[in-house]
C-alpha cells in the first residue's frame, strides 16, 4: 500500500527538531518559520511540553469519555482563565474542522436556522459544513453542498447588515485574522458591527481562532483586539504545537445536554496533557508579550526592503506582500537558505508564522537570510519576468 496522493511535497524529509529549527535526515538544519500550517506555538519539541507528554504516556494514554478525567477538568479551567473567558465550557475534539462542524452543529441546535454567512478567501476545514463555508468550489463535493450559505466581502459592514439582518441566519463564521487566505486583519469596527447584528437578530457569532488563536497574535484570542466576545469560538493547531487536539469554547448561553456531541478520541489523557502543557508554558513564558515585541521586530526589519509592497497581520502572524508570485522564491528560500515560510491562496503572499516562542537572534538570522534570498531571487534570470521592482 501506498499514501492517497493528495499533498504536493517539499523534498525535504524532516527528523528532527527542538524551539525553531528542524533537521533533515541529512543533518541539515532549516529555520522554521511556519511551524507546519501555523500549527507549533511553543517550539518543537520544548522540554515542559515533551516531559508532560511522556509522563502522562506512562501512566495511560487514553480512556473515553465515559469516565472521570480530572485532565479535561484542568484544561479547561487554565484555558478559560489564560484566555478570559473563565466562564465558557470547553468540548474536545482532534483537529480544526472537527471544532467547526461542532460549533455549526452547536449554532443550529440552539435557533433551529441553517443558513451560514461567512467570508470570501475564508478557509475553515474540509469536512461537510466546514468546506462548504469555505471559500474553494474545487475542494468541496456536490455531496458537501447540503444548506444554504453566504460568503460575504470581507470588512464589508453593509453587506453583513443586509443578510444577517433578514432575521434568518443561523450562524457568522470569521477567521480572527485570515489565514490561508493571505494574512487578512478584520477592522474592530467589522468585528464589533457583526457582534451586534448577531445579539439583535439570534444569529449565533462563531470566531474560528483555530491559526489566530493561541497567542499567536500576541492577545490570546487576535478578535480580542476589537474588545468583543463570541458566541462560540473554535481552537486548535497552536492548542497542541504538534499533538492533534482541537475544542469549541462555548458561551454559558447554550445548554449541555448528555449526546448532544460527542467523539471517540476528543480530549483523551494524552491529548489533555499537551494541551496543558501548552498552556502552561504560554503563561510560564510570557509568551504573549514576546509574540508581540517579535513581530514588531520582524515587520520593522522588513520595511527595509522596497520590494515589499504590503505587510499586514499582528504579532507573529505576518503576511508580506510581493510584488511576484512567490511560489519560486519560497522554494529558494527553503532549498538554498534553509527557512521555511508559507504560501497563501494569494499568489503574491508570503505566511511568515514562527513559534511565539522565538528569540531576537532567530529574528534576525530570518531577516539576513531574507534578504540575501531577495538578491539571489533577482539575479535568478528565469525569475526576471515575474519581478518588477517599485
Ligand atoms: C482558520 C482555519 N480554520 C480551520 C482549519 C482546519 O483545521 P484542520 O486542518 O485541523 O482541520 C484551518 C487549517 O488550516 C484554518 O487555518
Redesign the pocket.
Known amino acids: 500500500m501506498k499514501p492517497f496522493d493528495v499533498y504536493p511535497l517539499m523534498n525535504v524529509n524532516i527528523q528532527n527538531s527542538l524551539g525553531s529549527y528542524v533537521w533533515d535526515e541529512k543533518g541539515r538544519k532549516y529555520l522554521d518559520f511556519y511551524g507546519g ?2 500549527v507549533i506555538s511553543i517550539g518543537h519539541s520544548h522540554p515542559h511540553f515533551l516531559e508532560r507528554i511522556k509522563k502522562q504516556l506512562d501512566k495511560i494514554a487514553f480512556y473515553s469519555n465515559s469516565v472521570q478525567n480530572s485532565l479535561r477538568e484542568e484544561l479547561a479551567e487554565k484555558l478559560g482563565k489564560l484566555s478570559g473567558y473563565p466562564d465558557y465550557h470547553l468540548f474536545l475534539v482532534n ?6 462542524e461542532n460549533a455549526i452543529k452547536l449554532a443550529s441546535f440552539k435557533n433551529g436556522r441553517t443558513k451560514v454567512v461567512s467570508f470570501q478567501k ?6 461537510s459544513a ?1 468546506v462548504h463555508i469555505t471559500d474553494n468550489d474545487k475542494i468541496s463535493a456536490k455531496i458537501n453542498k447540503g444548506f444554504e450559505r453566504f460568503l460575504l466581502p470581507w470588512n464589508d459592514l453593509e453587506a453583513a447588515s443586509n443578510i444577517i439582518s433578514q432575521n434568518d441566519i443561523c450562524a457568522v463564521v470569521i ?1 480572527g485574522v ?3 487566505g493571505g494574512v487578512h486583519v478584520p477592522t474592530p469596527e467589522f468585528l464589533q458591527h457583526l457582534e451586534k447584528l448577531c445579539k439583535k437578530n439570534n444569529t449565533i457569532f462563531i470566531l ?5 488563536g493561541y497567542g499567536r497574535t500576541a492577545k490570546f484570542f487576535a478578535h480580542q483586539y476589537a474588545n468583543i466576545q463570541a458566541d462560540l469560538i ?1 481552537v ?2 497552536g492548542m497542541g504545537n504538534g499533538f ?1 487536539i ?1 475544542g469549541v469554547l462555548i458561551s454559558p448561553e447554550f445548554e449541555a445536554g448528555h449526546g448532544l456531541l460527542g467523539t471517540t478520541f476528543g480530549g483523551t489523557h494524552l491529548a489533555c496533557s499537551a494541551g496543558l502543557a501548552v498552556v502552561e508554558v504560554i503563561e510560564k513564558e510570557g509568551l504573549l508579550e514576546n509574540a508581540g515585541l517579535r513581530g514588531e521586530q520582524i515587520k520593522k526589519a522588513l520595511k527595509q526592503f522596497p520590494e515589499i509592497s504590503e505587510l499586514r497581520g499582528l504579532g507573529c502572524m505576518i503576511g508580506v506582500e510581493m510584488p511576484f508570485p512567490i511560489r519560486a522564491f519560497r522554494k529558494l528560500l527553503i532549498e538554498k537558505f534553509g527557512v521555511f515560510t508559507g504560501s497563501s491562496s494569494q499568489a503574491n503572499t508570503l505566511r511568515i508564522l514562527p513559534p511565539i516562542t522565538v528569540s531576537e537572534t532567530e529574528v534576525t538570522e530570518f531577516i539576513s537570510a531574507f534578504g540575501e534570498c531577495l538578491s539571489a531571487f533577482k539575479k535568478q534570470p528565469e525569475y526576471e519576468p515575474f519581478f518588477i521592482t517599485k
Do not use: M, V
Open positions: 500550517h501555523a483537529s480544526g474542522t472537527e471544532a467547526i475564508g478557509f475553515h476545514g474540509r469536512t466546514a477567521e485570515q489565514g490561508i474560528d481562532e483555530i491559526q489566530s473554535t486548535a493547531k492533534p482541537g
